[in-house]
């Protein structure tokens, strides 16, 4: 990460365009032990309707990292994940093959032992991911919260400017019942349409915001945020901070729950 970029997955740059950091879709082992990686398609978080049509309009030069894995952080590496492994999932056939190839060559015993060696390495990822919060998100933890504390005349905010901004929004409507769940404030429509992930929200915020006037509002961010409302958007934060304060504040694994009343 580049200080220069803060601490957020997407920032609005001087066009006025989502600039996001690479995410890591093209990854290259460089011979120093280094990797390189970029985005697939930079510039696609700014198309409304269809990337055939704006794409064109919307892309711009692959920006590049390297990060070096040769030293403390291939040790870190084993704690913790440095890439987002539904962008590696295309490299597992090859993978598999050279473990074949490997394999084949080796005595029984020795074939034996790598196979307990690799089960022995694996359980504890695999047994962690098939926790309540095993995909490093309490998702179920954070819509339980939601549907405990919520009152009628309740509204929900979002960040569109987080690395996945569909998963807070996903995670309400599967772990919070219809009848608890507050109103989505904010969007004009469902997610994953029209080509987009993510919901499409207000242009007017104020106008949504005061339509519904809600005297609570919740907040639900990716990781932990010791302030919900930094990283809504420049004007959303702004809204927000004019018209609430915070009264609650829970942190499950990987989330953020804040709660706001109006005043």
Same mark, same amino acid.
């Given at each position: 990460m580049r200080s220069s970029e803060g601490q957020n997955a997407c920032h609005t740059d001087a066009d006025g365009r989502q600039l996001c950091k690479p995410a890591g879709a093209t990854v290259v082992a460089l011979a120093n032990g280094k990797v390189l990686y970029w985005?697939?398609?930079?510039?696609?978080?700014?198309?409304?309707?269809?990337?055939?049509?704006?794409?064109?309009?919307?892309?711009?030069?692959?920006?590049?990292?390297?990060?070096?894995?040769?030293?403390?952080?291939a040790l870190i590496a084993q704690f913790t994940p440095l890439f987002w492994p539904r962008?590696?999932?295309?490299?597992?056939?090859?993978?598999? #093959?050279? +473990?074949? %190839?490997?394999?084949?060559?080796?005595? !029984?015993g020795r074939t034996v032992a790598v196979l307990v060696a690799v089960a022995l390495l694996g359980a504890p990822s695999q047994t962690s991911i098939r926790m309540p919060d095993g995909h490093g998100q309490a998702t179920r933890a954070a819509g339980t919260l939601i549907a405990d504390h919520a009152r009628p005349g309740d509204a929900i905010a979002y960040s569109l400017l987080e690395s996945a901004p569909w998963v807070p929004r996903d995670l309400v409507e599967r772990y919070v019942p219809a009848q608890r769940r507050p109103r989505d404030v904010f969007a004009v429509g469902p997610q994953r349409v029209d080509g987009h992930l993510a919901a499409r929200e207000c242009a007017? #915020?104020? +106008?949504? %915001?005061?339509?519904?006037?809600?005297? !609570?509002?919740?907040?639900?961010r990716m990781r932990t945020q010791t302030d919900p409302l930094h990283g809504l958007g420049d004007a959303k934060e702004d809204l927000l901070r004019s018209r609430y304060h915070l009264t609650g504040l829970w942190l499950p694994n990987g989330l953020t729950v804040a709660l706001y009343e109006r005043g």
């Open positions: 985005d697939a398609l930079e510039g696609t978080e700014n198309v409304q309707l269809s990337i055939v049509l704006e794409f064109a309009k919307q892309a711009r030069n692959d920006r590049s990292r390297t990060i070096d894995l040769s030293g403390a952080l962008y590696l999932i295309y490299t597992v056939p090859a993978w598999v #093959l050279l +473990a074949a %190839l490997t394999v084949g060559r080796l005595s !029984r007017d #915020l104020a +106008a949504c %915001l005061d339509q519904a006037d809600p005297p !609570r509002i919740w907040v639900v």
